[in-house]
């Protein structure tokens, strides 16, 4: 009998993760054989949409440290591999690994923000710009930013650049002195930049938020930006990987000061059998040419042995967010 139960259980909780699992659910398994896609960002760009992701060092080739993957589709659903940014050679800044990538598009090319990876407190944020949104140019001032004063440690990851009040405002996760509160952080930089090191000025000497729910542990990181009437919303991952990251919202007027919409997440990690039980994090909120809104996130179950990449539109009432 207790046989029995126990298999009924089992199968309750794989039919339950069948039905709960999503549309899309993007999975690379180039580099460890099994899916392993993180931090989505995503363009539309002539004529397709092009996702922008964290791969894995590679398992057969010591030292490949993590790189960044580029996937392309034509519906927000299903898609297709079509390239890898890897470290450029000789270039001392990122030879340990790249990703966290975010992107704009500006005057007909592809702009990507990055960060190294493997360097502790010197992680910082890097720039290239693309013509056909594969193939990417390095800039000259590479890294182009990483944050100053005794708020934090100097690191700077998750980078999030947009266009508001005549400015483009650079989003970044940094951590404290000790290493161990994740927040965020705001440098802003003129309209005609060229995203030069040079252009970037920090905007503030503090956390413009930092982490004070529970479900928000020690970690507020993967800022993604979304404008509507005048004004930014912050879609942000709360908690670190699998603790279980959730994603919030908050919103500003100015693009420095900012509220939370809820004191709860927007976006919980999924029930025990579902796909994302162990985490639902790393958000990107897509606006489309045509205004509407998509969050992609990462997810799994399995403790971060896995991960997935999906997506769910978003709507709008009121000045507010929910789900479809």
Known sequence: MRVYVLLLTCLFFSVLGLAQRPKMMYEDTSRRGVPFSKDPHVVNFQGRYLMYYTLPPR?????????IGIASSKDLVNWLKVGEITPEKDTAYEKNGLC????????????????????????????AVSTDG??????????????TGDWNCGRAI????CEFGGKYFLY?????????????????????????????TQACDKSILYPEYTWEGECIEGASIAKKENKLYMFYAGAYNNAPQQIGVAVSEDGLNWKRLSEEPFLRNGKPGE??????????????LDGRTYLFYQGNDDHGKTWYITQQEVLWKDGKPYLK
């Not at 796909?275 to 489309?288: C, I, Q």
């Open 275 to 288: 796909w994302n039980s162990s985490e639902s994090g790393h958000p990107h909120l897509f606006t489309d």
């Open 59 to 67: 398992l057969d080739v010591p030292g490949s440290g993590a790189n």
């Open 172 to 200: 970044f996760a940094t951590r404290d002195k000790d290493f161990k509160i994740q927040m965020q952080g705001v440098a802003t930089a003129p309209m005609n930049t060229d995203f030069g090191r040079k252009d970037w």
């Open 100 to 127: 966290a990538p975010g992107a704009l598009v500006r005057d007909g090319k592809v702009h990507l923000f990055y960060q190294t990876y493997g360097n502790g407190k010197n992680d910082a944020i890097c720039h």
């Open 158 to 161: 998750d980078a999030e650049v």
């Open 134 to 147: 594969i193939h990417f140019d390095r800039d000259p001032s590479n890294p182009i930013f990483h944050p």
